[in-house]
T-cell receptor, first 115, second 111 residues
Framework: AQSVTQPDIHITVSEGASLELRCNYS??????LFWYVQSPGQGLQLLLK??????LVQGIKGFEAEFKRSQSSFNLRKPSVHWSDAAEYFC?????????????FGGGTRLMVKP | SQTIHQWPATLVQPVGSPLSLECTVE??????LYWYRQAAGRGLQLLFY??????ISSEVPQNLSASRPQDRQFILSSKKLLLSDSGFYLC??????????FGPGTRLTVT
């Protein structure tokens, strides 16, 4: 069965600093990979996705992620963090096709931004 | 464009009372639909998903149930709420493959 691990439960960075959130997955074939962001009391918003092709994908709000098959990782990065980026971030993996298109989510990483 | 609605946004209910949460999707047809729950400070737990009208799959046995009376309507219900049912309930939709799109959520507090 597939699984997703986000090793960092909490991360604190200073505003303007760079950010990398880690995501490792376990899956038997080439997965579909996603990063979502959730602000307090709100639903999840899709930041970016990887299906195939270029392993470096660009998303909204200046985020990018790199798929590394050899490391089973899909880390999220941003070169300069803004205070508005403080939120919970979820990595998710999906099979290329299944009945129901279920996704497996990691436990989330809470990002705090220091002024 | 597609939109997803959930209501109510917040709900406070006593233990033992019934529950009905509604989710509707606009701008697409025959979507897959999902109900998730987030307990405080926890991750996402998939409760139910549906690939078509009247087709419901349960991921976690509990006192909740789901129904899909129309193509773009998904309802989460309970006959008698428990304290442990408190949480943030999220509805999502997807095409047959790919990303899921989430609604704004319903905050349920059982007292």
């Amino acid at each position: 069965a597939q699984s997703v691990t986000q090793p960092d439960i909490h991360i604190t960075v200073s505003e303007g600093a760079s950010l990398e959130l880690r995501c490792n997955y376990s899956y038997g074939a080439t997965p579909y990979l996603f990063w979502y962001v959730q602000s307090p009391g709100q639903g999840l918003q899709l930041l970016l996705k990887y299906f195939s092709g270029d392993t470096l994908v660009q998303g909204i709000k200046g985020f990018e992620a790199e798929f590394k098959r050899s490391q089973s990782s899909f880390n999220l990065r941003k070169p300069s963090v803004h205070w508005s980026d403080a939120a919970e971030y979820f990595c998710a993996v999906g099979p290329s096709y299944n009945a129901g298109n279920m996704l497996t989510f990691g436990g989330g990483t809470r990002l705090m931004v220091k002024p | 464009s597609q939109t997803i609605h959930q209501w109510p946004a917040t709900l406070v209910q006593p233990v033992g009372s019934p529950l009905s949460l509604e989710c509707t999707v606009e701008g697409t047809s025959n979507p897959n639909l999902y109900w998730y729950r987030q307990a405080a400070g926890r991750g996402l737990q998939l409760l139910f998903y549906s690939v078509g009208i009247g087709q419901i799959s349960s991921e976690v046995p509990q006192n909740l149930s789901a129904s899909r009376p129309q193509d773009r309507q998904f309802i989460l219900s309970s006959k008698k709420l428990l304290l442990s049912d408190s949480g943030f309930y999220l509805c999502a939709w997807s095409h047959q493959v790919g990303e899921q799109y989430f609604g704004p959520g319903t905050r349920l507090t059982v007292t």
